[in-house]
C-alpha cells in the first residue's frame, strides 16, 4: 500500500476498534495466571446502579494465581464480594476486611483445550466482523467506479490495497489467539 487508500483511511479506526474489541475478548479469557482483564468488567451492583468492578476498586495481581481487589470505599466490599459469588467464574475469595482477594483454581487440560476453542470462535467472529467491513469498502470501491469519480485502473488498485490490508489485519487478529492460546497451554 504505496500510496493512501482513501476508502480504506475513512474506515482505518473502525479496523482498529475491531482489533483493540478482539483484544478485550481474548483479555477477559481466564488462564492459568491472573489477570486484572478477567475481573475488571464484572458489574457490582453499589450506589444504586451496576458498575464495573475497575471503577470501584483498585486491582492488583500479588501472586500469579491472585487477584487483590481493594475498594475505594470499603463500605461496597460486601456488594464486591456478592458480584463474585454472582458472577460464576470459580473464583474463590477471601475478605480480609479492608480488601478481597480472588485465587484461580488450577486449570484443568479440559479447561485449557476448552478455552482454546472459544479462543477459535472469537478469532472467527474477528475475521467475519474485519470481512464486513471490507465488504463496504468494496462496495464503496465499486459504487465509485460507477459514479465515474474513479478509473478502473483505480478500482483495481484500490480493491488490491484493501486486500493486502485485510490480510495484515486478519494476520495480527490470528498472532494475538495464538498468543493467547501459547498463554492458556502453560501448565
Known amino acids: 500500500m504505496a500510496n493512501s ?11 482498529d476498534k475491531a482489533i483493540e474489541h478482539f483484544k478485550q475478548e481474548l483479555g477477559s479469557l481466564r488462564t492459568g495466571r491472573a489477570q486484572s482483564a478477567v475481573v475488571e ?10 458498575q464495573p468492578l475497575k471503577s470501584l476498586a483498585a486491582i492488583s ?6 487477584i487483590q481487589i481493594q475498594p475505594w470505599d470499603k463500605s461496597i466490599l460486601k456488594d464486591i464480594e456478592k458480584a463474585f459469588s454472582y458472577s460464576n467464574m470459580g473464583l474463590s475469595t477471601v475478605n480480609s476486611g479492608d480488601k478481597l482477594v480472588a485465587k484461580l483454581p488450577p486449570m484443568t487440560e479440559e479447561n485449557r483445550k476448552e478455552l482454546v476453542k472459544v479462543i477459535g470462535q472469537k478469532l472467527e467472529a474477528a475475521k467475519i466482523g474485519l470481512r464486513r467491513l471490507r465488504d463496504v469498502i468494496r462496495e464503496e470501491i465499486l459504487n465509485a ?3 465515474k469519480s474513479i478509473t478502473q485502473d483505480d478500482k483495481f488498485q484500490f480493491l488490491d490495497d484493501l486486500e493486502k490490508f485485510i490480510t495484515d489485519y486478519n494476520k495480527k487478529v490470528f ?4 498468543k493467547k492460546e501459547e498463554e492458556v497451554m502453560i501448565i
Do not use: L, R, W
Open 5 to 15: 487508500n482513501k476508502f480504506i483511511d475513512k474506515h482505518k479506526t473502525e479496523f
Open 61 to 66: 495481581i500479588p501472586e500469579p494465581k491472585t
Open 41 to 50: 468488567n464484572i458489574m457490582v451492583e453499589a450506589y444504586g446502579s451496576q
Open 145 to 147: 467506479e460507477k459514479d
Open 175 to 178: 498472532d494475538e489467539a495464538k
